[in-house]
C-alpha cells in the first residue's frame, strides 16, 4: 500500500517506509523528525514542469500527464519505490500545502499502476 502524507505530520508506526519526493528539502523540517528511508529527490518533477504547474488545480490533469512521460524516463529512480511498496507499506513525503494536488499524489497514482 501506498500513502501520501504532508511532511510537517508526525511520523506514525504504520508508516512503513518513508520516502521525501520533493525535489526541494521542505522549510523548517528537520531530518531526524522526518525518519526517512530516503530522499529521492529524482523522482520529483522537473523544475521547468514545477514551476509551470505552479499548485493550479486548473493544471492538475495537464500536469499528471506531463509527469508520467518524465516517470517514464527514469524507470531506474522509482524502482526502489516500487521496491519498498512490493515489500510493506510506503508513505510519500511531500511539503505542498495543498494535500489533493502535488506531485506525491500523482506519483502515489503512477505507481500504483506500475505495480
Known amino acids: 500500500m501506498i500513502q501520501v ?5 508526525p ?10 519526493v520533493d525535489r526541494l528539502w521542505p522549510r523548517g523540517a528537520k531530518k531526524e523528525a522526518l525518519r526517512l528511508a530516503g ?10 514542469l514545477r514551476k509551470w504547474f505552479n499548485h493550479d488545480p486548473a493544471k492538475w490533469d495537464e500536469f499528471q500527464r506531463r509527469y508520467f ?4 524516463e527514469k ?8 521496491a519498498a511498496a ?10 505542498a500545502r495543498d494535500t ?4 506525491a499524489v500523482a506519483l502515489r497514482a503512477y505507481l500504483t499502476r506500475r505495480l
Open 5 to 9: 502524507k504532508r511532511v510537517y505530520e
Open 100 to 103: 489533493g494536488h502535488n506531485n
Open 69 to 72: 512521460a518524465e516517470l517514464d
Open 39 to 48: 530522499w529521492l529527490k529524482e523522482v520529483a518533477p522537473s523544475g521547468r
Open 11 to 20: 511520523a506514525a508506526a504504520g508508516d512503513g517506509a518513508r520516502f521525501l
Open 86 to 95: 512490493r515489500r510493506g507499506r510506503v508513505t510519500l513525503l511531500f511539503g
Open 75 to 82: 524507470t531506474v529512480t522509482i524502482e526502489p519505490l516500487l
